[in-house]
């Protein structure tokens, strides 16, 4: 069964390093997306991301962060320079949504992002 | 508006029991429900999602039941087991496409 994949599983990072995390979404799916998921808490959305382009991005998705995907296979979230803050579960999620139908979002096993 | 609040935040049920989880939202443009499981390091999974055109959507022992003129869905899980013991979370979207909107989650332990 076809799956999100995110690299690395665990990141420790210094306050003020920059940090990309990775993703492969599911292979023909169009739409991709960054959540993260601060320990204990609920699962917040940061960006879309749709035909090359940011579709929508929260107010937590500030300068400090970009996504790109710089092939045909990987999706990327880099944060600039980490704070505190930071530190959470990066989930990576992909869709295939048709004209009607198919919402499905399908989520990676994460990357623990510990910024100290 | 674009809250989705769960409730309750944990839930003990013995074995053989029901587990029932409850998500109200204020979005009327809100047109898809999803019912996520996380178990501890891992990510959420879907594990049952419904539209708005049904008010009920059972797969195995999972049920949603929606009501639309209360803005209002829950998660019913019967003959709770051991290795439901998870987090629960419901969202909600409301398009194709566009983000997921999460509740806080419930904490679920199924007593053997």
């Known amino acids: 069964e076809p799956e999100v994949t995110q690299t690395p599983s665990h990141q420790v990072t210094q306050m003020g390093q920059e940090v990309i995390l990775r993703c492969v979404p599911i292979?023909?799916?169009?739409?991709f997306y960054w959540y993260r998921q601060i320990l204990g808490q609920k699962v917040e959305f940061l960006v879309s991301?749709?035909?090359?382009?940011?579709?929508?991005k929260s107010e937590i998705f500030d300068d400090q962060f970009s996504v790109e995907r710089p092939d045909g296979s990987n999706f990327t979230l880099k944060i600039r320079s980490t704070k505190l803050e930071d530190s959470a579960m990066y989930f990576c999620?992909?869709?295939?949504?048709?004209?009607?139908?198919?919402?499905?979002?399908?989520f990676g096993p994460g990357t623990r992002l510990t910024v100290t | 508006q674009q809250q989705v609040k769960q409730s309750p935040q944990s839930l003990i049920v013995q074995k053989g029991g029901i587990s029932i989880i409850n998500c109200a939202y204020e979005n009327t443009a809100f047109d898809y429900f999803p019912w996520y499981q996380q178990f501890p390091g891992k990510g959420p999974a879907l594990l049952i999602a419904?539209?708005?055109?049904?008010s009920e959507k059972k797969e195995g022992r999972f049920t949603i039941s929606f009501n639309k003129s209360a803005k209002q869905f829950s998660l019913h899980i019967m003959d709770s087991q051991p290795g439901d013991s998870a987090t629960y979370f419901c969202a909600a979207s409301t398009a194709a496409g566009n983000k997921l909107t999460f509740g806080g989650g419930t904490r679920v332990l199924v007593k053997p």
């Open positions: 991301f749709y035909n090359n382009e940011i579709s929508e």
């Open positions: 292979s023909n799916h169009l739409y």
């Open positions: 999620a992909s869709s295939e949504p048709l004209i009607y139908g198919d919402y499905e979002q399908y």
């Open positions: 419904i539209r708005p055109d049904v």
